[in-house]
């Protein structure tokens, strides 16, 4: 098990104390006062004394979530209550987070966007069976791919990068990933999503390299040998 999963396994024996829901102030660096004059008592707001930033299991399924934030996003927060109509905003922490987190995947997710299309068009075809007319074969003119099939690469290729090191291991990153042309569209001119690939920004870059490098290459030995020949 992955250290994560033992804390996961090992809450459900001893629950951790579940965080109360707050919004506090750092406290501020001591301000140094030339004058004899009592100190101000200390506010009793304490720091994180390891790590600012916690996510640790607190029970089996329930997390605590420790971070600090900027005013602005303090402001948001806010006012995204408000826009809920959430009162009490403080109290409601966890599910206005929530809410902006549901908002922003369905905005954002492949795959969410994925299931979405899938519904409609299945509702569609049930209303009416049109007679779509689809030139699978034509030499695509431009770069431009649907975003349907920008989806359906992410979930053929399961949200993660398909880049296979010398060992044959998968990459394991999920975030941030490009969908690439395994066979550049400056060659064939497809956007077929057969020849497309998820690949994370490191892997993206590498095969660009070697992709774009090689072909620059093999130009460049052609011009050479048609300068060569009379
Ligand atoms: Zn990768």
Same mark, same amino acid.
């Given at each position: 098990m992955k250290r994560r999963e033992t804390e996961e396994y090992i809450v459900a024996f !001893?629950? %951790?104390?579940?965080?109360?829901?707050?919004?506090?102030? *750092?406290?501020?660096?001591? &301000?140094?006062?030339?004058? $004899? @004059?009592?100190?101000?008592?200390?506010?009793?707001?304490?720091?994180?004394?390891?790590?600012?930033t916690i996510l640790q299991p607190a029970r089996p399924a329930v997390f605590n979530f420790r971070f600090s934030?900027?005013?602005?996003?303090?402001?948001?927060?806010?006012?995204l209550a408000e826009v809920l109509g959430v009162e009490n905003a403080q109290n409601h922490m966890a599910e206005i987070l929530e809410n902006a987190l549901d908002i922003a995947l369905e905005k954002k997710?492949?795959?969410q966007?994925?299931?979405? !299309?899938? %519904?409609?068009?299945?509702?569609?075809?049930?209303?009416? *069976?049109?007679?779509?007319? &689809?030139?699978?074969?034509? $030499? @695509?003119?431009?770069?431009?791919?649907?975003?349907e099939v920008l989806e359906r690469v992410h979930e053929r290729d399961a949200y993660q990068c398909v880049y296979r090191g010398?060992?044959?291991?998968?990459?394991?990153a999920r975030a941030g990933l490009h969908i690439d042309h395994s066979d550049p569209f400056g060659i064939f001119h497809s956007n077929d999503e057969l020849i497309r690939r998820l690949l994370c920004?490191?892997?993206?870059?590498?095969?660009?390299?070697?992709?774009?490098?090689?072909?620059?290459?093999?130009?460049?030995?052609?011009a050479r040998r048609k300068a060569r020949s009379p």
């Open positions: !001893r629950p %951790k104390p579940v965080f109360e829901p707050s919004i506090r102030k *750092r406290p501020s660096p001591p &301000v140094q006062v030339e004058s $004899p @004059a009592p100190a101000p008592p200390r506010s009793v707001v304490e720091t994180p004394k390891s790590s600012p934030a900027t005013l602005e996003f303090k402001d948001k927060f806010e006012r997710d492949p795959k966007k994925l299931d979405r !299309r899938r %519904k409609k068009q299945r509702a569609r075809t049930v209303t009416s *069976r049109s007679n779509e007319i &689809v030139n699978k074969d034509e $030499p @695509a003119k431009s770069r431009y791919v649907a975003a010398s060992a044959g291991r998968r990459c394991a920004p490191a892997h993206n870059g590498l095969e660009a390299e070697r992709v774009y490098g090689s072909a620059f290459i093999r130009r460049k030995i052609e």
